[in-house]
């Protein structure tokens, strides 16, 4: 718009200065008459005439002017447009094929970019650095380690406080974890999630309040005070309206009053992509928000993140040589003291401290991004393949119009149109197409973005992660356009030139007639071909590898099994108090008409995380720690309830753990781990650091968390209702073979003894395995989708190209059909053609798969890349693809009627 | 007046006008006056091709043009040589020269044929 202004202006500018030039010489040559004696209307008269006309001179002067640049654009604009609007049908296909394709390209991308490759809106992201360090012993029975799906190890709070100190290759560092809480803000409560952090939180990331302040550096420290929070943009708006009184009012989480004091700017929701974080307060407040039994600041609750912002001119490796250094000082000094047997010595020794970068979205702390991350970096590769496969679909399509047009392009040559303008003009036109592509797709991706968690098979996506494209994803999406574009535009365009500027129009007219330009659009479909069979033989041997994770066996009957959470400590509840709910609720559940059994954990089986410690046995020799990755505690009758097989000694009865005897179950694994072969049976374990007191009552069957993952130890101990874990329980609840249970049915039982506390995970477990399965079903039907999308593309390249060749041979079909061809034989002829193409396409595909397929490898399951039946059927769908495209053509060949077609000649 | 009409080649124009110019700058009419003055009044040339010439010429870098007052004080545009166009006046006249050398070789080789026959 202000292009065409500017255009506008300096045409009436050049046009204002012509115009008073000419006046000028008109005055000239009047005055020069004059001066000869005439009198000045004569001369007037007479210097007009030997101008010869105002009007006529300019008319001259501006057909040599040539127009400007962005004018002459114009109008080429416009000349294409006229173009693309005569030929519908060919404008409608390349913006839908090309459309679908580039917006396919733009969800993949904006999920992508939001859950790996954007960087977090803090200061200079490239220097955040993620500090992960196994823990520091001590001497206590009980430690609590926190690892992160990506492998990051929690910190303790004095070990964070001992690097923070030591260390001066890190600008800032920052301890935080995150937390979720029940928030009662004037209205209904409701659940949010946030951080609980060290006051230098936002200093080290460089936020700034967009309104209020932020909390600084001392403020932890300062007690007395009523404890302040920081709330995100996000809930601002939604909660609070953007009322901007908001600050110094008073909310309350987990019942616990806080003074708001300021908003995190847009986006910012914490260092984690997929953890949405609303609220954001200090460690002090930590212990009042959630009863734990330990203290936020001992050194045996090794949960915290820690994040550090590298000092200037620092690189990751050099600091991570430095903190470690550190680290196994503080680590020797801890070992030193204390009786250690040289197993735990060599743990020890192994133990470092690793750096990672902290920077993104997809950095090691978020378990979404981490998961998702290879899996999306494959579809995206394959979208990008399916692109090309689109692209040379349109690139057909616009060498098919080239030779319709060329009798046109002739035409434009004979009447002295230069290589250039022609050249320019099918670019213009390629480039105006692929622009209406990607703005088609761009909204087929806005459109379809509600089906996103349906593929990704998550229920909700965390705020701010959805294939809706922004401006990052709109400008990829876009010049992924123009680059289709240009390229389409040199494949067909050059062509269509070369041929034209040297033939004279006579020639050029004939030619149009024949088939030149055939072999290079055969070349054209024999690589769709190939890059679909890739994509055939990749989602083939994805579904191939889903297949199996589903058939694996995951240790105890899913099926009739429900279970769901209740938190009875954020509605208030002590730990006394709590244990006395979590009982009548178990008492009431089991009462519900249909139900079998139910029991209470405080860890589901099938869970990701965890929470897990070092345990010994009472062996003879010194006592050596092995890792239990799961130390829960579970009810009586729990292994019933799950179906999970006691293979020796006796499950938790309610009387276990209530009186002086302390007992324990341990999975095979473990027991392996502590006793080998041995009858662990009446043995004691014990935590590290103390003495071996619990007594071995059963052994429970191996069961998987996770199909994918190992067998992880775990040692189980009788359910304590006095002082239920962190104040929350998970229920378990079989129901008889008919029947269900529905989420109603537990809401109203627990509804019954308290309506404060919330049902909240009601799930049914076999719904839970699947959901553990999300990341390779949406690998596998995304990537079946794609294949899909390229075979049907590919199928109609070879259509389309056999269709051209079928016409373009009617007269020699014709004659051999006059000369006694059968039909068969023509068919023969058509669709031989097709198998060689498809030959040529299934072995350049095939030998291409081959090749790169080891990218695969990581997301497979107990299967290679090569798996040979997956290449037989990518080959096999994609040459009954190419039967079925060239089949009607060959079809059609066979029929025609050759007298019809020589009286054409 | 008596003028004669004589339809100047394609290209000539062009060379005249850099000649012209090459002396000092000069407003339109003044230029097509220059023009008869060099060619003893040969030349007449019509404003309806000096002018194209002139701004295609300035379009192309070979003169520029500035507004001053003339010698009776009116406003004129005036043309002046760029640097490339002093270039372009050398390369024209050497490739005229060669013409009218070579044109004049040719006449003088075919006038004796012309005799004889």
């Known amino acids: 718009m202000l292009k065409s202004a500017r255009n506008f202006l300096q045409k009436r500018r050049a046009e204002q200065a012509l115009d008073e030039e000419l006046r000028s010489c008109v005055d000239l040559l009047t005055e020069e008459k004059m001066q000869r004696g005439v009198g000045q209307a004569e001369a007037r008269r007479q210097a007009l005439i030997e101008l010869g006309g105002v009007e006529q001179v300019k008319e001259e002067v501006r057909a040599v002017r040539g127009l400007p640049f962005l004018e002459a654009m114009i109008r080429d604009v416009r000349f294409g447009l006229r173009n693309l609007v005569r030929a519908p049908g060919f404008t409608v296909a390349v913006i839908l094929t090309l459309g679908l394709a580039l917006g396919a390209n733009a969800a993949v991308f904006a999920l992508l970019d939001r859950l790996v490759l954007r960087p977090l809106p803090v200061k200079e992201p490239a220097a955040l650095v993620i500090v992960s360090a196994p823990p520091i012993p001590t001497r206590s029975r009980l430690t609590v380690m926190f690892v992160t799906r990506g492998g990051v190890k929690g910190v303790s709070y004095p070990l964070y406080v001992a690097l923070r100190d030591r260390l001066n290759v890190f600008e800032g560092m920052l301890a935080e974890f995150h937390v979720t809480a029940t928030v009662l803000a004037g209205g209904e409560p409701f659940m949010a999630g946030g951080v609980v952090a060290t006051d230098n939180y936002f200093e080290a990331l460089g936020v700034r309040p967009v309104l209020g302040r932020v909390f600084g550096p001392g403020e932890d420290r300062a007690h007395g005070h009523s404890p302040v929070v920081v709330i995100s943009h996000g809930l601002w708006q939604r909660q609070f309206g953007g009322d901007r009184s908001i600050l110094n009012k008073t909310i309350r989480l987990n019942q616990l009053p806080m003074t708001v004091i300021g908003v995190t700017p847009p986006g910012f929701t914490g260092t984690v992509a997929g953890d949405t974080s609303d609220f954001f307060t200090l460690l002090s407040a930590r212990d009042k928000l959630i009863g734990s039994r330990f203290r936020y600041d001992s050194p045996d609750f090794n949960i915290y993140k820690l994040v550090a912002r590298l000092a200037p001119g620092v690189a990751q490796e050099q600091a991570e040589h430095v903190a470690d250094g550190v680290y196994r000082q503080l680590l020797a000094d801890a070992v030193g003291d204390g009786a250690r047997t040289e197993k735990s010595r060599a743990r020890f020794a192994s133990q470092h401290l690793t750096l990672s970068p902290g920077g993104y979205a997809s950095n090691d702390q978020s378990a979404l991004g981490r998961d998702l991350k290879t899996p999306l970096q494959l579809l995206m590769a394959m979208v990008s393949l399916v692109l090309i496969v689109a692209a040379g679909n349109v690139g057909n399509l616009f060498l098919a119009r080239g030779e319709a047009r060329a009798r046109e392009t002739a035409i434009r040559f004979a009447l002295g149109s230069t290589r250039w303008r022609v050249l320019r003009q099918s670019l213009l036109e390629s480039l105006m197409l692929a622009l209406g592509a990607g703005l088609f797709g761009l909204l087929l991706a806005h459109w379809t973005s509600s089906l996103a968690p349906v593929l990704l098979d998550v229920e909700t996506l965390p705020e701010g992660v959805t294939s809706a494209p922004d401006h990052r994803a709109g400008a990829v999406t876009l010049g992924l356009a123009l680059v289709a574009g240009l390229v389409i535009w040199a494949a067909s365009a050059v062509h269509a030139v070369r041929r034209g500027s040297s033939c004279s129009l006579i020639q050029q007219v004939k030619i149009a007639g024949r088939r030149p330009g055939f072999h290079w659009r055969r070349v054209l479909v024999a690589a769709q071909i190939a890059l679909s069979i890739v994509l055939l033989c990749a989602s083939a041997v994805l579904s191939r590898s889903l297949i199996k994770l589903m058939r694996v066996d995951t240790g105890f009957p899913v099926e009739n099994l429900y279970s769901f959470s209740l938190n009875p400590g954020q509605a208030g509840y002590g730990s006394s108090q709590s244990g006395a709910f979590l009982l009548s609720v178990l008492d009431r559940l089991s009462r519900i008409p249909g139900v079998a059994s139910a029991s209470i954990t405080s860890q589901l089986p099938l869970s990701a995380g965890g929470s897990g410690g070092f345990v010994i046995a009472d062996a003879t020799d010194a006592p050596h720690e092995v890792g239990a990755d799961i130390i829960a505690e579970v009810g009586a009758g729990y292994f019933r309830s799950l179906g999970m097989p006691v293979v020796a000694g006796r499950e938790f009865t309610s009387d276990d753990g209530t009186g002086s005897l302390k007992v324990a179950l341990l999975n095979e694994s473990l027991a392996r781990l502590l006793f080998d072969h041995s009858n662990p049976l009446g043995r004691r374990v014990g935590f590290q650091g103390g003495p071996p007191d619990m007594q071995v009552v059963g052994i429970v069957k191996d069961t998987r968390s996770n199909s994918r993952a190992a067998v992880r130890p775990s040692l189980f101990r009788p359910y304590n209702f006095k002082e239920p874990p962190n104040n929350q329980a998970a229920f378990v609840v079989r129901v008889a073979r008919s029947g269900s249970l529905s989420s109603d049915a537990v809401r109203t039982v627990v509804r019954g003894i308290d309506p404060a506390v919330a049902v909240t995970e009601f799930t049914s477990m076999t719904e839970r395995t699947s959901r553990l399965l999300y990341r390779d079903r949406m690998l596998a039907s995304v990537s079946l989708c794609f294949a899909a999308l390229a075979a049907i593309l590919c199928g109609i390249g070879i259509f389309g190209l056999t269709s051209f060749s079928v016409a373009h041979r009617s007269q020699e079909i014709g004659l051999r059909i006059a000369l006694g061809a059968t039909r068969g034989s023509i068919q023969w002829l058509v669709m031989r053609e097709v198998s060689w193409l498809a030959a040529a396409g299934c072995a350049g595909g095939l030998v291409a798969f081959i090749t790169f397929n080891r990218v695969l490898s990581s997301v497979l399951f107990q299967l290679t890349p090569d798996d040979p039946a997956s290449l037989v059927v990518g080959a096999l769908v994609l040459g009954g693809t190419a039967f079925a495209a060239g089949f009607l053509p060959a079809w059609r060949a066979a029929r025609l009627d050759p007298a019809f077609i020589l009286r054409q000649e | ?117």
Request: zero cysteines.
């Open chain 2, 1 to 117: 007046m008596p003028e004669s009409k004589t339809d100047l080649l394609r290209g000539t124009l062009d060379l005249l006008i850099l000649k012209a110019l090459s002396l000092e700058p000069l407003h339109g009419v003044g230029i097509a006056r220059r023009i008869s003055q060099m060619t003893g009044g040969a030349f007449r040339v019509s404003f309806g091709s000096l002018f194209p010439a002139l701004h295609r010429m300035e379009e192309r870098g070979w003169v520029s043009a500035d507004w001053r007052s003339s010698e009776n004080n009116r406003r004129a545009k005036y043309y002046r040589l760029t640097a490339l166009g002093q270039k372009r006046a050398e390369a024209e006249e050497r490739d005229w020269n060669r013409l009218v050398q070579l044109m004049t070789a040719a006449m003088r080789y075919a006038d004796p044929e012309t005799e004889e026959g």
